[in-house]
């Protein structure tokens, strides 16, 4: 289950993150602006994430949609990955996480929309590179070196975000929110 920590990421990272989060609720509320968004300043990793998601369906991908935003279920218990205005997510994670998971990508989605190209560089490789690192930690049995997944601005950011539009942070006060 998700368990909304307050992480204090510094001035920059608190600042991204508010930016984030108050930009998401703006664009939830006007999503026409959000697809604009996607396909103009966010096309760049549409296009790379398009290719991933053309991999998945090949492969076995089975697609459905979660807010507006496209899910490809693909694989098993691995967790997640945002491509653009969708993710591909894991199957058998049961239904917290695989509900978790999908809020935490949305949260991704907004974050293309808003950064746009940046969010390549601020977003996707740090966030890929760290669950890489991570992952190898935890299979070489050194998962104590891993610090809360949440913890780096851009997980946290994503994760907040997907929570507070759609999941267990939904009509909480967004100031509360805010770091
Ligand atoms: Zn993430």
Same mark, same amino acid.
Request: with cysteine.
């Given at each position: 289950?998700?368990?909304?920590?307050?992480?204090?990421?510094?001035?920059? *990272? /608190?600042?991204?993150?508010?930016?984030?989060?108050?930009?998401? !609720?703006?664009? $939830?509320?006007? %999503?026409?602006?959000? #697809?604009?968004?996607?396909?103009?300043?966010?096309?760049?990793?549409?296009?790379?994430?398009?290719?991933?998601?053309?991999?998945?369906?090949?492969?076995?991908?089975?697609?459905?949609?979660?807010?507006?935003?496209?899910?490809?279920?693909? *694989? /098993?218990?691995?967790?997640?990955?945002?491509?653009?205005?969708? !993710?591909?997510? $894991?199957?058998? %994670?049961?239904?917290? #996480?695989?509900?978790?998971?999908?809020?935490?990508?949305?949260?991704?989605?907004?974050?293309?929309?808003?950064?746009?190209?940046?969010?390549?560089?601020?977003?996707?490789?740090?966030?890929?590179?760290?669950?890489?690192?991570?992952?190898?930690?935890?299979?070489?049995?050194?998962?104590?070196?891993?610090?809360?997944?949440?913890? $780096?601005?851009?997980?946290?950011?994503?994760?907040?975000?997907?929570?507070?539009?759609?999941?267990?942070?939904?009509?909480?006060?967004?100031?509360?929110?805010?770091?």
């Amino acid at each position: 289950m998700y368990n909304y920590v307050k992480y204090d990421h510094g001035w920059l *990272g /608190n600042w991204i993150f508010n930016a984030t989060l108050k930009g998401a !609720a703006f664009l $939830a509320k006007h %999503m026409w602006l959000y #697809w604009v968004l996607q396909f103009t300043w966010g096309i760049l990793y549409n296009i790379i994430g398009g290719l991933i998601t053309l991999f998945c369906l090949i492969f076995g991908g089975k697609a459905s949609s979660y807010h507006g935003h496209y899910v490809v279920m693909f *694989g /098993n218990n691995w967790g997640g990955l945002e491509v653009g205005c969708g !993710a591909i997510v $894991a199957n058998n %994670m049961g239904d917290a #996480w695989t509900t978790h998971t999908k809020n935490h990508e949305s949260g991704h989605n907004f974050q293309n929309a808003i950064w746009g190209p940046i969010a390549i560089f601020m977003m996707n490789i740090p966030s890929a590179v760290r669950y890489w690192y991570q992952e190898i930690n935890s299979r070489r049995g050194h998962g104590e070196k891993n610090k809360p997944y949440d913890s $780096a601005f851009f997980e946290d950011s994503a994760s907040v975000t997907g929570e507070y539009l759609y999941g267990t942070l939904k009509g909480k006060d967004i100031k509360e929110l805010l770091k």
